[in-house]
């Protein structure tokens, strides 16, 4: 079952989430900073300490998890705690997707040094991650709902992190409960470097309105 919606005001007022979305950016980039920096030791144990500290005090006052899904002020669905697009969690990018119902969802994107796996590229796995999300959004964009039910990676080629890329995803069939949808990670000359191919269900629970809200994802 999908969490209830709710309001900004319940899971924070705009102003606050505004800076908890400035933090996890600034958390980001800290993130990098560890990946790729070579400082001295006895820098690296003062750092260690000012981060500790740092997080004794966020966690005086600690949410039971992540922000909800809820209706954002301008009345469209978000998940600012998702791990791909929360724009409020750090292990996000964050995703943003342009949607059309014609051409489904597409989403420019740019990795960075902390999602490395082989030299110089993206890992696999954060690879398959976003087009994951990228297909249940074309599923959600196309009217429907469901969840992963299988999904097929192809690697053509290695991903770069520090590059502009281009994620797209769209349904190629329906039939009953079922969806079927690909996707593609590009350059922005349009050579695919990843592509996937996902079927997506919809529960049987979710056809009598017991589901996720128009808009919303599996991911």
Known sequence: MMPDLVTPQESGDENRLTALALLA?????????????????????????????????LLTARRPSPLPHEIGPDGRFRNLGNAVTGGCNPHA???????????????????????????????????????????????????????????????????????????????????GRKTWVQGTIASPEGTTLVEATGLFITPSRWLNGDGPVEGSVNA
């Open 25 to 57: 950016q600034q958390v980001r980039d800290l993130v990098d900073a560890v990946v790729l920096t070579d400082v001295g030791e006895e820098e690296l144990k003062a750092v260690t300490a000012e981060v500790g500290a740092l997080t004794d005090r």
């Open 93 to 175: 990018l964050p995703l943003v997707m342009d949607r059309t119902a014609e051409e489904g969802s597409r989403a420019e994107i740019a990795f960075r040094p902390v999602h490395e796996g082989p030299p110089a590229s993206v890992h696999g796995g954060v690879s398959a991650m976003i087009l994951d999300h990228m297909l249940g959004d074309a599923v959600a964009v196309s009217g429907r709902a469901g969840v992963t039910g299988t999904l097929t990676i192809k690697y053509r080629r290695p991903v770069p992190y520090g590059e502009p890329l281009v994620a797209r995803s769209a349904v190629s069939r329906a039939e």
